[in-house]
């Protein structure tokens, strides 16, 4: 099974992954963790990728893509994946389309999270505090500053990807307000569809 989450930051992208990853077995690739990955390593994209990421911007989609790229190449990868956090551009999606056309592989779903505004940066303060009472380092954008830009980036440029995935036919929309087990109940419900459609 191949899909994407969609949706602002906040929305829950991260959380509901985790339970695809234990309940489906695939992989959750989310360029966010690599980059931050690539930052702490001091890699040459994480050295480009640092400021940007800092600012709540967002990376040059070259960069992004191969790294995509990449790791869609590893043996883990091969039975399916969960896109997080990518594509956040309509160029980026269309770089999707093209590697995967290339390997004879098809997204099966996109899935969006349909969030209000307004929760969002209660949620990323609150994920910000819960991070620091466990005692680990905080995202240095989950503050309500760089928030804004991160939002804003969602809006102009990630937003779109909705009507682009809808005229495909590939949109699943979901209400990622209500509690977080009933938006699990409700993405594991549409998933199982899609299982059984391809197997069938
Ligand atoms: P995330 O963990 O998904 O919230 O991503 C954290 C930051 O990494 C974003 O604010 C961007 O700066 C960068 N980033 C992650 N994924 C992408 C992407 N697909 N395209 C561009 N920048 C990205």
Redesign the pocket.
Known sequence: MRIILLGP?GAGK?TQSARIVERFGIPQL????M??AAVAAGTPVGLE?KA??ES????P?AV?VGIVADRIEEPDARNGFIL??????VE?AAALDRMLQEKNLALDTVVEFVVDENALVGRIAKRAAETAARGEPVRK?DTPEVFKT?FE?YRAQTAPLSAYYASLGMLETLDGMQPVDDVTAALMRTLERHVETTAS
Do not use: N
């Open positions: 930051p991260g989310s360029t966010g963790d980059l931050r990728a940007i990421m709540g911007g967002l990376v989609d992004v997080d956090g990518f594509p956040r551009t980026q954008d991160r980036a």
